[in-house]
């Protein structure tokens, strides 16, 4: 008798341990097991693909397959590593296929849980994995070159796919800017490698009815080409709205500021990173302050809602640059934030750079997740830059917010109306309002969650010297 063919695969993107407090605006999964998933069933495979952030976690009865694939970035792979464990339990004879930014960097540990890693891009490499295997632990992936090759992602293979707020896109891999602290550039190079416009505008036909969400790193990289792609939506009769990840730089272009608007953006999601030009530059960010201040200003002349992102910590910080960073959040109105700490993930010139200092607290990998302390900073003890952080938070999302901004966008519409939106209001919405309620819920959670490692950072005492 033939021996059963092994075709079953099922590709996992883990839960992180706990929720942050930006989790709950926005459950979306991954794109690149879903590319995978889409290239393998055209290869003949069963494939199944779970985000845990979606179906919640998988347990041992779930993970029947012969294969289980598993997209680990680092403040999940210790739940990638739980679940290689059960799927050996279950499945003695399956095989453990682990990939993703944290694997790329970290080889030798994944593979102490897993068959095989792969570093870097998995498409071009994969089916020949789960075909023919490989005598090697480590596979060298290799950049999709064109990226009109990749699949439209077929998205039946999703569980619970009915479940996403939002349609994810993506039309481009890699950034042409060198931050220091961002993986992005580690995994997929800073060579920005695109969709056609034609591509990409194919895509964007099929019928969704959410608002769509473009994960594009840099979503304006190549102006050119995103005033083509945007000049394309606006032929079409039919509009949807949708949100993109752009830098600062973008409003000097305000031809392409109002085309967004015209398109349907909604929201701008901005690393501002600092209003310290000294930390800016420390992170090689390549903007000012005064550059992100004229950005949020014309974001906001043209409707779009800005939510800038910050990040706490660099060696050029200190408690006045975040007490800079809220009056900024204050003054120029920015829609919703993130305060992050400076988290060194692997393969980034910032965690090379915390290591040889021997200034990181421990490579728990689940608290890399931008929201724990996990260095030992210069311009704080590490339990202040965490309370800091957490306490710009909590006076940003609460209820007396929430209320302030439920007021404005009353004004505003009553502006509308007359014709006459003053600028200061930025881009209030009930969203807006809405996100503060819900912030200032998960703020109280993340404390509660958290008490014993705030107890840890304080028992570490004083600042890097």
């Known amino acids: 008798m033939a021996p059963t063919r ?42 199944k693909v779970v985000s845990e952030n979606l179906s919640g976690r998988l347990g041992f009865a779930g993970l029947d397959a012969d294969f289980l694939l598993l997209s680990c970035l680092t403040p999940t792979v210790e739940r990638g590593y739980e679940l290689a464990a ?115 505008l194919a895509e964007l036909r099929r019928p969704f009815d959410r608002w769509a969400f473009f994960y594009d790193d840099n979503f304006a990289a190549d102006r050119t080409r995103t005033h083509a792609l945007l000049d394309g939506l606006l032929r079409r009769d039919r509009r949807f709205t949708f949100s993109v990840q752009v830098r600062a730089d973008v409003a000097r272009d305000e ?24 930390s800016l530059k420390e992170m090689h960010k390549q903007q000012t302050a005064e550059d992100v201040r004229q950005a949020v200003r014309r974001f906001h002349r043209h409707g779009i809602s800005v939510h800038g992102m910050f990040m706490f910590g660099t060696d050029s910080d200190s408690p006045a640059e975040v007490r800079a960073a809220e009056s900024f959040v204050q003054g120029e109105r920015l829609d919703s934030v993130q305060y992050m700490v400076g988290t060194p993930f692997p393969g980034t010139e910032l965690f090379r750079k915390m290591e040889a200092e021997d200034r990181l607290l421990h490579k728990v990998w689940r608290y890399y997740d931008g929201m724990h302390v996990v260095i030992r900073p210069r311009g704080f003890s590490p339990e202040q830059l965490q309370r800091l952080a957490i306490g710009c938070y909590g006076r940003f999302y609460n209820l007396r917010q929430a209320c302030r901004t439920g007021w404005e ?56 010297g």
């Open 6 to 47: 092994r075709n079953r695969v099922l590709i996992v993107e883990p839960a992180a341990v706990e929720a942050h407090v930006f989790s709950a605006f926005g459950r979306q999964p991954l794109l690149g097991p879903l590319y995978l998933g889409t290239l393998l069933k055209r290869e003949g495979f069963r494939v």
């Open 409 to 464: 966008t009353a004004v505003a519409s009553l502006g509308r109306v007359v014709g006459v939106v003053p600028e200061r209001l930025g881009a209030a919405s009930v969203e807006n309002a809405l996100l503060k309620v819900v912030g200032a819920r998960i703020v109280r959670q993340w404390l509660s969650y958290n008490s014993d490692y705030l107890r840890y950072l304080a028992s570490l005492g004083a600042p890097a």
């Open 255 to 278: 031809d392409l500021v109002a085309k967004l608007a015209r398109a349907g953006c909604v929201r701008v999601y901005v690393g501002i990173e600092s209003v310290n030009d000294g």
């Open 86 to 200: 059960l799927f050996k339990q279950r499945n003695p004879h399956g095989k453990v296929v682990m990939g993703g930014p944290h694997v790329s960097f970290m080889q030798q540990e994944a593979l102490r849980h897993a068959d095989w890693a792969v570093a870097g891009e998995a498409e071009e490499v994969i089916v020949d994995l789960l075909r023919n295997g490989s005598d090697s632990g480590v596979i060298q992936g290799k950049p999709v070159e064109d990226l009109d090759r990749l699949p439209e992602i077929d998205w039946e293979l999703l569980a619970d796919e009915d479940r996403m707020k939002a349609q994810p896109f993506m039309f481009s891999r890699g950034c042409p800017f060198g931050c220091n602290f961002c993986s992005v550039t580690s995994m997929f190079g800073r060579r920005y490698r695109t969709m056609s416009v034609d591509r990409a």
